[in-house]
């Protein structure tokens, strides 16, 4: 896969993936009107508007590097011809997840959204149990050592405090 066909397939499964589980859902669920503060608490809003601020670029960059690095897409149709461990996966092995359901949470803190609390908490347990029956055995059968080194150094969701290098 050339560099053109893995950033326009990136684009495309962005479109599919998370600007749909991070953007669109929210917005039907919500309209993105907000609700009274949870616990009449704005500080709440605040935390939600740091998770969304955080959320977006970690979804970006990582995006980038599968396209630009990895020489190939997030999607499982068309996966990377290089592991990625640069930018945010050499803290954690996840990030496009842990992303994702960063925005959906903190739009449903931001807006006062139960149901978006839940939608992200739904969502974090369904990427769970893709990581684990899918992703990861599918990686370690590809990338073999490299992957093996990389699964041994980099937490899945809870981030380390200084980056690995490979």
Known sequence: MSKAIAVLGSALFFVVAPLFLAGLVPWWVTQWEFRPA????????????????LGIPGVVDSFARFALQGIG?????APTQ???????????????????????????LLFADSRLLWYGA???VFF?????A???PTLKETFATEYESFLTNVPRWIPRLTPWRA
């Open 122 to 124: 739904l969502l974090w």
């Open 38 to 53: 949870f616990f009449g608490a704005d500080l709440t809003r605040i935390i939600g508007g740091i998770l969304i601020v």
């Open 128 to 132: 769970h149990f893709f990581v684990v």
């Open 73 to 77: 897409t997030p999607a499982p149709i």
């Open 134 to 136: 899918y992703e990861e």
């Open 82 to 108: 290089h592991l990625v461990v640069t930018g945010l996966y050499r803290y954690v092995r996840n990030p496009i997840y842990i992303s994702v359901v960063a925005v959906i949470l903190g739009q449903g």
